[in-house]
Protein backbone atom coordinates (compact mmCIF):
# COMPACT_ATOMS: atom_id res chain seq x y z
CA UNK A 1 0.00 0.00 0.00
CA UNK A 2 1.08 3.68 -0.70
CA UNK A 3 2.27 5.24 2.87
CA UNK A 4 0.67 8.13 3.77
CA UNK A 5 2.61 11.42 3.33
CA UNK A 6 2.23 14.37 6.20
CA UNK A 7 0.93 17.40 4.96
CA UNK A 8 3.54 20.31 4.91
CA UNK A 9 2.28 23.25 6.90
CA UNK A 10 2.12 26.52 5.31
CA UNK A 11 5.39 28.40 7.25
CA UNK A 12 7.45 25.31 5.51
CA UNK A 13 5.92 25.73 2.27
CA UNK A 14 6.71 29.18 2.07
CA UNK A 15 10.25 28.57 3.61
CA UNK A 16 10.46 25.80 0.84
CA UNK A 17 9.42 27.89 -2.20
CA UNK A 18 11.92 30.78 -0.47
CA UNK A 19 14.82 28.16 -0.81
CA UNK A 20 13.65 27.00 -4.54
CA UNK A 21 13.43 30.61 -5.51
CA UNK A 22 16.97 31.31 -4.00
CA UNK A 23 18.37 28.89 -6.58
CA UNK A 24 16.99 30.56 -10.27
CA UNK A 25 19.19 32.21 -12.19
CA UNK A 26 17.50 35.35 -13.69
CA UNK A 27 17.90 36.66 -16.85
CA UNK A 28 19.94 40.57 -16.54
CA UNK A 29 18.35 43.30 -17.93
CA UNK A 30 20.31 42.60 -21.31
CA UNK A 31 19.58 38.89 -22.24
CA UNK A 32 15.79 40.08 -21.52
CA UNK A 33 15.66 42.87 -23.76
CA UNK A 34 17.67 41.15 -26.41
CA UNK A 35 15.05 37.94 -25.91
CA UNK A 36 12.07 40.45 -26.32
CA UNK A 37 13.59 41.95 -29.60
CA UNK A 38 14.30 38.68 -31.30
CA UNK A 39 10.59 37.24 -30.14
CA UNK A 40 9.41 40.71 -31.72
CA UNK A 41 11.31 40.31 -35.05
CA UNK A 42 10.08 36.26 -35.27
CA UNK A 43 6.95 37.73 -35.01
CA UNK A 44 6.85 39.76 -37.74
CA UNK A 45 8.76 37.37 -39.96
CA UNK A 46 6.14 34.47 -39.33
CA UNK A 47 3.17 37.17 -39.06
CA UNK A 48 4.40 37.90 -42.75
CA UNK A 49 4.75 34.13 -43.92
CA UNK A 50 1.49 33.40 -42.92
CA UNK A 51 0.12 36.28 -44.26
CA UNK A 52 1.43 34.93 -47.94
CA UNK A 53 0.54 31.42 -47.46
CA UNK A 54 -3.04 32.62 -46.79
CA UNK A 55 -3.52 34.59 -49.48
CA UNK A 56 -1.48 32.18 -51.76
CA UNK A 57 -4.19 29.34 -50.60
CA UNK A 58 -7.29 32.24 -50.96
CA UNK A 59 -6.47 32.61 -54.57
CA UNK A 60 -5.67 29.40 -55.28
CA UNK A 61 -8.83 28.25 -53.78
CA UNK A 62 -11.03 31.35 -55.83
CA UNK A 63 -9.29 30.32 -58.99
CA UNK A 64 -10.26 26.70 -58.01
CA UNK A 65 -14.21 27.84 -57.92
CA UNK A 66 -14.33 29.85 -60.78
CA UNK A 67 -12.85 26.53 -63.02
CA UNK A 68 -16.36 24.83 -61.48
Do not use: C, H, N
Not at 5 to 21: C, D, G, L, N, Y
Not at 34 to 60: C, E, K, N, P, Y
Amino acid sequence: MAEKSSKTSPAEFIRQVQTETSKVVWPTRQETITTAIFVGIMMVILSLFFLLVDTGFGSLVSWLLTLA
